[in-house]
């Protein structure tokens, strides 16, 4: 439910005190985030910087972006789908006007040719057939050419429509896409999910889910920079692309953290694939390929969650992030499966306390 206006009014004053106390620069990006937080709309955006304050984060440019893209960047997507749908339904009224005309034209024909033939019946002497004929050569040739420009004009505005339609798709494909990463976004997976909870649903077959989160991911940022720790965030994604095969589905969840649905594959074939990645990155030594300097080996931490027919999507998502927390509390580096919970499966999931 939307607040009032008065509630909203202190929601917004309640964001702006919140970015002055941290002297963050009061862009619309920005204040969409704060305001998200003060009016625990959505509840992820709360959570989330609930876990970056209590942590001492600083909420830096590059952080608050990648939480505006997060949990808003749809927002420009949804905008950009909307104008294109509206010129394709301006191109299709272009046709139908198009086609009114030629109908009419048509009609027009059609009447001509109908007095003519009633001429010619009539008996009329040789000079008026004459005329009669011209008359329809005429008419006939209008006719064409008016064929011509209908013909040349369905062309072009099919030639029109289908970029537009090109145009939407590929919209669509960005607005479930991570820039940064190329894998699926937040959204793809939510869309995703739900798809395969139906499907399993429906058809009684096994789901389960990975929540990947790279190990002391803040380091590498804090050592090396930012642009060294998006090399470490594509890498990751890369391995993951390739470590997985035919409906599952890999999308960076948030952060330094990813996820991947797999169809059709129980709890203990999910973990063989989450220790096959683990594996595979850990065995993949950073180096820079001039210098050659070498900095060191990237770890993953994973928890896996089978799907329960029936259960709420949070429920599912929430032994998985159990699991994943109890594989950090652990020594990190290694696969939780939910069985490995015992008596804690079902409990409320505590924050993790996850490098951002």
Known sequence: ?????????????????????????????????WYGYAADSPPAVRRAMQILISNNMEFSPEVLSDLYERFYGGMKHTERIRSLAQQIEAAMTGVLGTLGNAGQGVRQFGETLDHTAKDLLAGNPLDSVRAIIMQVMDETRDMIERSDVLERQLTQTTEEIGELRKQVEDASREAQTDALTGIGNRKSFDLQMKRCMQEAMEQGTELTLLLIDIDHFKNFNDAYGHQFGDLVLKLVARAMVEGIKGRDQAARYGGEEFAILLPDTDLQDAATVAEHLRETIGNKA??????????????????VSAYRLGEPPYVFIERADASLYRAKQSGRNRVMTELELGEKTGEPVMPLEQDI
């Open 1 to 33: 439910m939307e607040p009032d206006l008065s509630t909203a009014r202190g929601f917004a004053l309640e964001a702006l005190e919140q970015m002055h106390q941290r002297a963050i620069k009061p862009t619309p990006e920005n204040f969409a985030v």
């Open 286 to 303: 950073i180096t820079n390929r001039e210098t050659k300097q070498n900095f060191g080996v990237v770890t993953i931490s994973v928890g």
